[in-house]
C-alpha cells in the first residue's frame, strides 16, 4: 500500500493554513508574538472551574447546554455594564485588582438600549465564530472587500469557503482606504469585512466612521467588524445595532479577557442573523464550547471589573513603550489595542526580531511583502516591557 495524491479530495487544494505566532520549546521566552493577555483570568475563573470540577464532576459526563444560554446571558450584562470597552469602563468598590468592582461604561460608550441574549452567538475561539460567518453570509459568487493587511484568518476562510476575495490597499497612513472599500463593495454588492481597530496596524475607525460606512455600503449584504482590541482603547460599534440589522460585530475572550486558552468567541447582531450563525453551528458541531469553559467565561463577564483594570494597565504600558521607542527614533503607529506595530528606517526588523529573540524575548516579524520592515510586538506586564526596553536600548 502507498500514498496517492487521488486519496485527497479536490476541495483540500483551496486550503492554505494559517501560521500562528510560534510557541517554541527550547527555553523560557517572554512571549510577546501573538497578543495574548500578561495577566491571568481573574481569580473568580480560578475558583469557579476549581469548584466546578469537584462539584459537578457528573456534568463533565454530560453533554453540554449546546446554545450557552447561561454564558450568553453573562456576555450580554458584562456588554451593558461596561459599554463593551473595558479600558475605558468606570469601577466602583472592589480590589485593588478590580476583581468584585461594580462596572459602568464611559459615557460615550454607554450602550444606548439593552444588549439581550438572543443577539449572541457563542463558540469555540472568535476563530471558529469567523469560519461561521464566511460559511453562513459569504457566497462564491461575488468577490468579499477587506484591506490587503488586516487578521490574516481571513483569506484562509476565503480559500475554505471558496469565497473570492478583493483586497484593498491600505491608505499610505496604514489607514483603511474607506472609500474605495466602499466603492468596491458597491459595484459588486458584495459585504465587507475588518478588524476594528485593525491588525497588524492597530489603528480604530471612530463609531462614526464606521456608521458613515455602513450607511454607504450595500444594505443586503452583512457588514462585519471583528472586534478583537476593542477593549484596549477603540470605539465599539454595538451601539449600531440599533441602525443597522446587517452590522455583525465579531469579540473573543482571547485578549482582553485572559482567556486564550479557554477558546471563546461571539457574535453580537441581530436575533435573526444570530439564528443563521446557530443554523451553521447544529450542522457542523453541536457543542462547540465544553462544561468548564463555559463555567470559565460565565465568571469572567461576572468579574469584569478585573479585566478592565488589566485593559487600562496595558493601555498605560501601550503608550509609554511607544513613547520610548519614538524617542529613539523608531516609527510607531498610534496603536487602540494590546500591540504595536513599529520599523526603524535603516534597520531589518528581521535582524531585530533574530536579536530580541536571543535575548530571550519574542515579538512577531511577518515577511509579507509591505510589512517585512515592521515588528508587531504585543504589551505584556511592566516588568516584561522593562525587560524589552531594555534589550532594545542594547542591539
Ligand atoms: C486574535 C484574533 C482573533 C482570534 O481570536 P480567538 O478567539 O482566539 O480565535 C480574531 N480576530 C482578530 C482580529 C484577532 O486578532
Redesign the pocket.
Given at each position: 500500500m502507498r500514498y496517492t495524491s487521488s486519496m485527497i479530495s479536490a476541495r483540500m487544494k483551496n486550503l492554505h493554513p494559517y501560521v500562528p505566532g510560534e510557541q517554541p520549546k527550547d527555553r523560557e521566552y517572554i512571549k510577546l508574538n501573538a497578543?495574548e493577555n500578561p495577566y491571568p483570568p481573574s481569580p473568580l475563573v480560578r475558583k469557579t472551574v476549581v469548584c466546578a470540577a469537584k462539584k459537578f464532576a457528573k456534568k463533565m459526563g454530560l453533554y453540554p447546554d449546546p446554545d450557552s444560554n447561561e454564558l450568553k446571558t453573562a456576555i450580554a450584562d458584562m456588554l451593558n455594564k461596561t459599554g463593551g470597552v473595558l479600558c475605558r469602563t468606570e469601577l466602583k468598590g472592589g480590589k485593588k485588582n478590580g476583581s468584585g468592582a461594580e462596572c459602568s461604561p464611559a459615557a460615550a460608550d454607554k450602550i444606548p438600549f439593552a444588549v439581550t441574549p438572543d443577539m449572541i452567538y457563542c463558540g469555540n475561539?472568535?476563530?471558529e465564530v469567523?469560519s461561521f460567518v464566511f460559511y453562513a453570509f459569504f457566497d462564491s459568487d461575488r468577490p468579499l472587500i477587506l484591506p490587503n493587511f488586516t487578521?490574516s484568518?481571513y483569506p484562509v476562510y476565503a480559500g475554505f469557503y471558496n469565497v473570492p476575495l478583493n483586497q484593498v490597499p491600505l491608505k499610505a497612513d496604514w489607514s483603511l482606504d474607506r472609500e474605495k472599500m466602499l466603492s468596491e463593495a458597491n459595484a459588486a454588492e458584495s459585504s465587507i469585512i475588518f478588524?476594528n481597530p485593525n491588525?497588524p496596524t492597530g489603528i480604530g475607525l471612530s463609531r462614526d466612521e464606521v456608521r458613515t460606512m455602513i450607511k454607504a455600503a450595500p444594505k443586503d449584504r452583512v457588514f462585519v467588524v471583528?472586534e478583537?482590541?476593542v477593549d484596549f482603547g477603540g470605539e465599539s460599534c454595538i451601539p449600531l445595532l440599533a441602525e443597522f440589522t446587517n452590522l455583525v460585530i465579531v469579540r473573543?475572550?482571547?485578549?482582553s479577557l485572559c482567556g486564550?486558552g479557554m477558546r471563546l468567541?461571539y457574535v453580537v447582531s441581530s436575533p435573526e442573523l444570530v439564528n443563521h450563525i446557530t443554523t451553521v453551528k447544529n450542522s457542523l458541531n453541536h457543542f462547540p464550547i465544553d462544561f468548564l469553559s463555559q463555567q470559565a467565561g460565565i465568571a469572567a463577564c461576572k468579574d469584569a471589573g478585573y479585566y478592565a483594570v488589566c485593559a487600562k494597565k496595558v493601555a498605560e504600558e501601550r503608550d509609554s513603550f511607544s513613547e520610548f521607542l519614538r524617542e529613539r527614533g523608531w516609527f510607531v503607529i498610534p496603536s487602540q489595542t494590546n500591540f504595536v506595530f513599529v520599523r526603524k528606517e535603516g534597520h531589518s526588523a528581521e535582524e531585530a526580531y533574530r536579536k530580541i529573540k536571543q535575548a530571550g524575548i519574542l515579538v512577531r516579524h511577518f515577511s509579507t511583502p509591505g510589512i517585512e520592515e515592521f515588528l508587531r510586538i504585543t504589551i505584556g506586564t511592566h516588568e516584561q516591557m522593562s525587560e524589552l526596553k531594555r534589550v532594545m536600548e542594547s542591539i
Open positions: 497578543n475561539g472568535s476563530d469567523l487578521y484568518f478588524a491588525a471583528d478583537a482590541y473573543t475572550f482571547s485578549k486564550a468567541g
